[in-house]
């Protein structure tokens, strides 16, 4: 096929009928033509590309696999999605892997609003594989001019990167919407951070990768900006306000596994363990800053 041709995949006939002809998706990216070489289909069978990036979230993802698995076999698959399934307590990757074992499996992760990409904007991502010529290959077929994409082997550090920010980013929009200043927010995201490096090294990961685009990159865009839907959802926590429980926030179930995944290795992880609480409800805002600041003072 020609270079920037593809096929989109979507469940929904109607909506796949209606993007097929308006070449627009007007609620989701508004004003972003489709390019013309894009393809719409609710049909999977007629997704038969070799590379298949598959953008579904996170909890949702084990089922869909299980479900339609058998399409995907022979094929490159790239998982898009950032997050930890709560059944699994594993990345997108490693679900992938649990559902089609003998897959050749990519991830595609960093700091990048879909809307930025969609109007083109400069923008630099990692690939994550740890099979090293695949890794090269999808490098070269997914950059563009304005998309960089950086290679890394490590891929449990990747998806743990991608998956952590967004329990630091509900804290961090919490810390904006309860009007507690900025100042909190940066404590709240360097202490995130240890937290995010204290997990994915006790799980396997690199050092650099945290330090890299899929964890630290990925950590400063979205606790700093509202397009961000875990950062919008912690503004609303934070003001008590009601939140759109239609609206994909990776963070809340994250938060809840990665609490559990940290005890269960008896780490010490004070801020996603509060998340965890305020997004089930366990706990107050008032209590969770308590909690927090009560804390023994210790090393940095
Ligand atoms: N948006 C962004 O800027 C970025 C998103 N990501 C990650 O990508 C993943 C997806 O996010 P995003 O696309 O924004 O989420 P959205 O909620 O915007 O879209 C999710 C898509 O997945 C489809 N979907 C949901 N459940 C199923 C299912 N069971 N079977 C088939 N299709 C399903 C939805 O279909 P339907 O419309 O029919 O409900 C919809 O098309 C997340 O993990 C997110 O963290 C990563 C980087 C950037
Ligand atoms: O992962 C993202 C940006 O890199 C998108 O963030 P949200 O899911 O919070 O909107």
Not at 170 to 188: F, K, P, Q, W
Not at 191 to 214: I, V
Request: glycine fraction near 10%; hydrophobic fraction near 45%; aromatic fraction near 4%.
């Amino acid at each position: 096929c020609a270079l920037g041709d593809a096929t989109l995949w979507c469940r929904d006939p109607a909506q796949a009928d209606s993007l097929q002809h308006q070449r627009e998706n007007a609620a989701k990216l508004p004003g972003v033509p489709l390019p013309d070489g894009v393809k719409v289909t609710s049909d999977l069978a007629q997704v038969n590309a070799e590379t298949v990036l598959l953008a579904i979230p996170m909890q949702q993802t084990r089922p869909f696999l299980e479900a339609h698995g058998e399409c995907f076999l022979e094929r490159r698959l790239i998982a898009c999605s950032k997050g930890i399934d709560l059944d699994l307590m594993i990345g997108p990757v490693g679900v992938i892997r649990s559902v089609l074992p003998s897959a050749h499996v990519a991830l595609l992760t960093g700091p990048s609003f879909a809307d930025d990409i969609a109007r083109g904007l400069p923008t630099a991502l990692t690939l994550a594989c740890d099979e090293a010529e695949l890794g090269m290959e999808l490098q070269e077929q997914l950059s563009t001019p304005n998309l960089r994409l950086y290679r890394n082997s490590d891929v449990i550090g990747a998806e743990l990167g991608g998956a952590l920010k967004n329990v630091i980013a509900i804290a961090a929009g919490v810390t904006i919407g309860a009007g507690l200043g900025e100042s909190a927010r940066a404590a709240l995201m360097a202490r995130g951070y240890a937290e995010m490096q204290r997990l994915a090294l006790s799980l396997g990961a690199q050092p650099d990768t945290l330090a890299g685009l899929s964890g630290l990159g990925d950590l400063i865009l979205t606790c700093g900006s509202e397009k961000s839907r875990n950062f919008r959802y912690g503004m609303a926590l934070g003001q008590g306000a009601a939140f759109d429980s239609t609206t994909t926030v990776e963070g809340a179930a994250t938060a809840r596994a990665v609490a559990k995944l940290a005890k269960s290795r008896s780490l010490d992880m004070p801020v996603t363990r509060m998340v965890a609480a305020l997004v089930e409800g366990l706990i107050t805002l008032p209590e969770a800053l308590a909690a927090l600041l009560a804390r023994p003072l210790t090393d940095e």
